[in-house]
């Protein structure tokens, strides 16, 4: 960039511009002392690739009248100068320098020995890498994130916002993670994809903010163009990752904006977003909601079949059965390994959820004995000599034949 004042030598020695690699000098010989048509020497001087030679590669006419040029460097606190031109040019640049280095010049002409007064000149900084961006969007520093992609050009501002951080993250997802609003708005006027995924888990940003519960950043995202319909690596959409973190209104947003249609997607483990919030979630009134939305009470994952409602009495969460019990959901279900809902309840000591679902069987859903002898699971038990599984099967239909009458 060009210096807003360039520093200049006694002899008209100057730094016009720099960057964090480099220097360019120039120098004005109508300051110094040189008459005309004085003629050069060439004894004990090396020719620069920029001496004056025309196009055709031929010594100008006049070159006889022009002087020569050297100009030395030293890096500040150095202990010796370096000759870095030398030639009848009124301009060098100086490369491969180091960032943020300060550096003397020095200028003297072939008609006075004398060195001019010493210049001082700096590099650029470096400009701001990923890291720095990754770690302004983490402490949620919104002038630092404006100085780095103010001071970086529009290629490097693109490179910067897709960049990815040892977890995988763009800085996108990171305010999304974190819930900043304000630096993910800016981000996103400076270019960042709304969708872009993170490198391992194949997430968008929509997604790292529907889990952490931030409302506002997933608004921003919606507005942004963010699609509802991405699935990350295991399958999961927005939905199950909302359901995963619990956040009612986020779950509630999230309907709203796409009613029905992710309602009963099933993840790579064939779990939708009713099975996650039972399994991994922790709110009922999540539960609640999604049942109340149309979710599948009856849904059935892919490892074991397992049932919504077997999820529930598996964990314990009484409270859930209860919910999907008023929401239909099948009490006399039995998956593919043969077990029942009962049977998962009393393997695992919950009697309580034992209880109820032997309630529903005979009392909420409207059981009678002919249709639980229909399970074969249940003809199974009534014929069955085994002292814990026969009386409990002849308690429920007993239960049942009295709710018949």
Not at 119 to 133: G, K, V, Y
Not at 156 to 177: F, T
Request: charged residues 25%; contains cysteine; aromatic residues 6%.
């Amino acid at each position: 960039m060009a210096l807003g004042k360039p520093w200049l030598s006694d002899n008209g020695l100057r730094a016009e511009k720099r960057t964090c690699r480099s220097i360019s000098l120039s120098w004005n010989p109508d300051t110094l002392d040189i008459p005309l048509g004085h003629s050069t020497s060439e004894d004990n001087f090396n020719f620069s690739t920029d001496d004056y030679l025309s196009d055709d590669n031929t010594e100008s006419l006049d070159e006889t009248n022009k002087p020569w040029f050297e100009v030395q460097m030293k890096v500040a606190n150095g202990d010796s100068w370096t000759t870095v031109y030398k030639g009848y040019n009124k301009k060098c640049e100086v490369k491969d320098l180091n960032p943020d280095t300060n550096v003397n010049f020095r200028l003297r002409s072939e008609i006075d020995a004398v060195w001019g007064s010493i210049i001082l000149a700096a590099t650029d900084a470096s400009p701001p890498n990923a890291e720095d961006l990754h770690r302004a969007v983490h402490c949620n520093a919104e002038e630092m994130v404006l100085r780095i992609i103010g001071a970086s050009r529009t290629a490097h501002v693109k490179k910067l916002l897709a960049s990815h951080d040892r977890s995988g993250l763009s800085p996108l997802m990171i305010a999304a993670q974190n819930g900043n609003s304000n630096v993910l708005s800016i981000l996103l006027q400076s270019g960042a994809q709304v969708n872009a995924k993170s490198l391992s888990t194949i997430k968008t940003p929509l997604m790292f903010a529907a889990f952490h519960g931030h409302l506002s950043v997933v608004q921003i995202l919606d507005r942004a163009g963010a699609e509802w319909d991405c699935c990350d690596k295991t399958g999961c959409n927005v939905l199950h990752h909302a359901v995963n973190g619990g956040n009612l209104r986020i779950v509630l947003y999230i309907l709203d904006r796409t009613g029905k249609r992710l309602l009963n997607e099933k993840d790579y483990s064939g779990w939708t977003p009713l099975m996650r919030s039972i399994v991994v979630g922790r709110s009922t009134e999540v539960v609640k909601l999604l049942l109340l939305r149309g979710a599948d009470p009856n849904a059935t994952d892919k490892v074991n079949t397992k049932s919504c409602l077997m999820a529930a009495a598996l964990l314990g969460k009484h409270e859930m059965v209860t919910q999907l019990l008023l929401a239909n959901a099948d009490p006399s279900y039995i998956n593919a390994n043969d077990k029942s809902i009962v049977d998962i309840s009393d393997n695992f000591g919950s009697e309580g959820i034992k209880n109820q679902i032997c309630e529903a069987i005979n009392s909420s859903t409207g059981l009678l004995r002919e249709e639980l002898k229909k399970s074969r699971k249940f003809q199974h038990l009534l014929e069955s000599k085994d002292p814990v599984e026969a009386p409990l099967c002849r308690i429920v239909i007993v239960r049942a034949e009295l709710t018949s009458k």
